[in-house]
T-cell receptor
C-alpha cells in the first residue's frame, strides 16, 4: 500500500525567505510523486511531478523538488517566497505513470507568506 | 481550450437524500476521475471513468456511483446521504493514451449535508 505524510499542517515564512515543505512517502513499488497547489475555492493545479527521469524536478512558479529514495522523501522548495505563493500544497503518490489512476494525497500544508 | 467545469458550485442537502454532481471534462480529454476532499484533508480517490466504464475505484461504498457519457462528461451520484458526505467534490480529467497527461482539476462542488 502507498501513503504520504506531510510534516507540518501549517508553515509560515517571510516574503523573500526560503520555502521548504516536507513530504515523505511509502510505496512498495517505484513511485510516481506529485506536488499540487490549491488556492482558496479552487481545484488543484499541478506544480511538478517525479517519474524517475531525474531526481531533481523543476516545476512552475520557481518551485522544485528532490526525490531521495534513501530517505523516502520528496520535499518541495522555492528559494524566495512571494506573497502569491500563499496557498495549500499537497504531495501525492501513485504507482501509475503520468497522472492516471489513483492518486494518494497527503493531508496538505498551508503556506502563509508574511510581508 | 476549455477547462474542467463542475456544477453546481454549492449544494445543501438533507441526510437520506440523493445528489447528482456534474462535470464537463477538458476539451480532448477522455478520462474522468472523482475525488472527495473533506475539510482539512487531502483529496481521496472515489473512482475513475474511461470509455464510459468504471476503471478503478477507491474505498467508497456502493452508494457512490458514477456515469460517463459519450462526450466524456461525467456524473457523480450519491444515495442515502450521510453527514460525513459533506465535502468538496473534485472532478479531474486527463487523456488516457498520454502517460504524461496531467490531471486537470475543476474548482469543485461544495456539498453540505444537514
Amino acid at each position: 500500500a502507498q501513503s504520504v505524510t506531510q510534516l507540518g499542517s501549517h508553515v509560515s515564512v517571510s516574503e523573500g525567505a526560503l520555502v521548504l515543505l516536507r513530504c515523505n512517502y511509502s510505496s512498495s513499488v517505484p513511485p510516481y510523486l506529485f506536488w499540487y497547489v490549491q488556492y482558496p475555492n479552487q481545484g488543484l493545479q499541478l506544480l511538478l511531478k517525479y517519474t524517475s527521469a531525474a531526481t531533481l524536478v523543476k516545476g512552475i512558479n520557481g518551485f522544485e523538488a528532490e526525490f531521495k529514495k534513501s530517505e523516502t522523501s520528496f520535499h518541495l522548495t522555492k528559494p524566495s517566497a512571494h506573497m502569491s505563493d500563499a496557498a495549500e500544497y499537497f504531495c501525492a503518490v501513485s504507482e501509475y505513470g503520468g497522472s492516471q489512476g489513483n492518486l494518494i494525497f497527503g493531508k496538505g500544508t498551508k503556506l502563509s507568506v508574511k510581508p | 481550450e476549455t477547462g474542467v467545469t463542475q456544477s453546481p458550485t454549492h449544494l445543501i442537502k438533507t441526510r437520506g437524500q440523493q445528489v447528482t454532481l456534474r462535470c464537463s471534462s477538458q476539451s480532448g480529454h477522455n478520462t474522468v476521475s472523482w475525488y472527495q476532499q473533506a475539510l482539512g484533508q487531502g483529496p481521496q480517490f472515489i473512482f475513475q471513468y474511461y470509455r464510459e466504464e468504471e476503471n478503478g475505484r477507491g474505498n467508497f461504498p456502493p452508494r457512490f456511483s458514477g456515469l460517463q457519457f459519450p462526450n466524456y462528461s461525467s456524473e457523480l451520484n450519491v444515495n442515502a446521504l450521510e453527514l460525513d458526505d459533506s465535502a468538496l467534490y473534485l472532478c479531474a480529467s486527463s487523456l488516457e493514451t498520454d502517460n504524461n497527461s496531467p490531471l486537470h482539476f475543476g474548482n469543485g462542488t461544495r456539498l453540505t449535508v444537514t
